[in-house]
């Protein structure tokens, strides 16, 4: 079956400008998160929604980053304002639930890289 | 704070030979275990978790991880190499009260020698 999907691949911006990145989350999963992957680092926690809404979102570095899920299923990460050191791979995850009580794994899309110039 | 650590950048080993990835963790509550793969300009592939019971966790592609409660390491571990294998490894950990986020260790970079 399908796995995640981020589009797009990568992306390249000028500082200043706004930027959206999509995920597509395995289908019938509930639990959507997204992270960040600075160049030479393990990824960091941004924020994560259980079905619409976000459940947790301690990992957004500030009011320039938003993300949406609407109808429980596609989000979208958006990004105000880019900076250069913004510049990093986006990845997004899903899991079956959200509070596996077994330790539900998550699955990782591609990932999106963001070059902020 | 949880917290994971990796305390080799990289790890060289000979093909055929058997490997050791290591990690160690610091939670509050009951340790959730992770270890993925990642290949270049690829995402994260998930390898294999620890919840509860045996310490010995098998996984894909051959893994395996040993949970040391006493000495909080979850290390991976294959015991013949391939080249293939060569790529960069992650541990993760997941605090056992419900918080859904994995912290992640700034990975370990594997390669396999022929």
């Known amino acids: 079956g399908a796995g995640v999907s981020q589009t797009p691949s990568n992306k390249v911006t000028e500082k200043g400008k706004y930027v959206e990145l999509r995920c597509d989350p395995i289908?019938?999963?509930?639990?959507l998160y997204w992270y960040r992957q600075s160049l030479g680092q393990g990824p960091e926690f941004l924020i994560y929604?259980?079905?619409?809404?976000?459940?947790?979102d301690s990992g957004l570095p500030n009011d320039r980053f938003f993300a949406v899920r609407p109808e429980g299923s596609v989000s979208t990460l958006k990004i105000q304002r880019t900076e250069r050191g913004d510049s990093a791979v986006y990845l997004c995850?899903?899991?079956?639930?959200?509070?596996?009580?077994?330790?539900?794994?998550?699955?990782f899309g591609p990932g999106t890289r963001l070059l902020v110039l | 704070a949880q917290s994971v650590a990796q305390p080799e950048d990289q790890v060289n080993v000979a093909e055929g030979n058997p490997l050791t990835v290591k990690c160690t963790y610091s939670?509050?509550?009951?340790?959730?275990l992770f270890w993925y793969v990642q290949y270049p300009n690829r995402g994260l592939q998930f390898l294999l978790k620890?919840?509860?019971?045996?310490?010995l966790v098998k996984g894909s592609y051959g893994f395996e991880a040993e949970f040391n409660k006493s000495q909080t390491s979850f290390h991976l571990k294959k015991p013949s190499a391939l080249v293939s294998d060569s790529a960069l490894y992650f541990c993760?950990?997941?605090?056992?009260?419900?918080?859904?986020?994995?912290?992640f260790g700034a990975g370990t970079r594997l390669a396999v020698h022929p």
């Open positions: 939670v509050s509550g009951n340790p959730y």
């Open positions: 993760a950990v997941r605090e056992g009260r419900g918080y859904n986020k994995l912290i």
């Open positions: 620890y919840i509860t019971g045996d310490n």
């Open positions: 995850a899903s899991s079956l639930f959200p509070r596996g009580g077994l330790g539900e794994t998550q699955y």
């Open positions: 929604f259980q079905g619409t809404g976000a459940a947790d």
């Open positions: 289908s019938g999963h509930t639990a």
